[in-house]
């Protein structure tokens, strides 16, 4: 299918995309390219096959949520730059 300039000026006006004539006239035949592409895929038989949103099952890839144990706060703070009172101290992200 071909599309002519009319088109694409339309489509341009809709989008709000200003273009030149040599860019209608590129996009013209490039828009007709992968619409032809489309028109492929409209010539495929596809009698009998159900519609679906996903052609693979789906099936959920996490892991349990199970408690472990941690490490202990001492030897998380002997790890940490900078410790202040127990806690973790970290530079100020927002003023």
Same mark, same amino acid.
């Given at each position: ?16 995309? +200003?273009?030149?004539?040599? *860019?209608?006239? !590129?996009?013209? *035949?490039?828009?007709? +390219? =992968? =619409? ?5 895929? @409209? ?7 159900? /519609?679906?949103?996903?052609?693979? /099952? =789906?099936? @959920?890839?996490?892991?349990?949520d199970?408690?472990r ?10 790890l940490? /730059? @900078? !410790? ?10 927002? +003023?």
């Open positions: 299918m071909k599309l002519d300039r009319s088109v694409v000026t339309h489509m341009s006006k809709l989008a709000r995309v +200003e273009l030149t004539d040599a *860019e209608v006239e !590129t996009f013209s *035949e490039q828009l007709s +390219e =992968i =619409i032809g592409h489309f028109d492929a895929l @409209n010539a495929v038989d596809t009698e009998g096959v159900e /519609p679906t949103a996903q052609p693979l /099952p =789906i099936r @959920n890839v996490m892991v349990d199970v408690s144990p941690s490490l202990a706060q001492e030897d998380v703070l002997a940490a /730059p @900078n !410790t202040d009172d127990g806690y973790l101290r970290v530079r100020a992200v927002l +003023e």
